[in-house]
């Protein structure tokens, strides 16, 4: 007489995600959903930084709600501008702007290339997600904030050093 024998476990690969729901590999719709949406907004937004013309960013009208209503820059002030400049080979002039524009553009073509790379070889594209670690998104948030706050109070102090970004 013989026992039957215990299944044997799955593959790592084939494992559902702790934490997620059904779908493909243990994913759920929303996580596919919120990665190819990264994705393509990252697409989205590098293809508009590398056609916007870095002349008119430089000399253009203020558009960001913050500034217009209280002349002090918005922890985004300068963002726009640093992709535009970063797409047209600037990273010097991007970096001064705003140098969380530079980190932000890289996060994008990340997202951008990642999804296109997952979704060409039929991979799920939300394996992305499983990449980002609370800690360093939190610590660079935090460094994020703490700048934009110095920024806007040394413009509220009336000190000269930010006027190319808020012009």
């Known amino acids: 007489m013989t026992l039957p024998s215990t299944p044997k476990p799955l593959p790592p690969e084939l494992r559902p995600r702790e934490g997620r729901t ?25 293809a508009i930084a590398a056609m916007w ?8 009208q203020p558009t960001c709600i913050v500034r217009l209503l209280f002349d002090l820059p918005c922890p985004g ?5 640093a992709w535009v400049h970063a797409a047209h080979g600037d990273l010097a002039g991007a970096f ?17 290339i990642y999804v296109a790379w997952a979704l060409v070889r039929r991979r799920p594209p939300e394996r992305m997600l499983d990449l980002v670690r609370p800690r ?9 904030i703490a700048w ?18 808020m012009a």
């Open 22 to 46: 059904g779908g493909a590999m243990g994913y759920s719709l929303g996580a596919r959903s919120t990665a190819i949406g990264l994705g393509v907004l990252g697409a989205v937004g590098l």
């Open 53 to 60: 013309p870095v002349r008119s960013v430089d000399g253009g």
């Open 77 to 81: 002030c300068g963002m726009t501008r």
């Open 96 to 112: 001064w702007l705003n140098p969380f524009g530079l980190v932000l553009m890289a996060m994008a073509a990340f997202a951008a």
């Open 136 to 144: 360093p998104v939190l610590t660079l948030f935090s460094l994020w």
């Open 148 to 165: 934009s706050a110095y920024r806007i109070w040394s413009v509220a102090q009336g000190q000269e050093m930010w006027a190319s970004v």
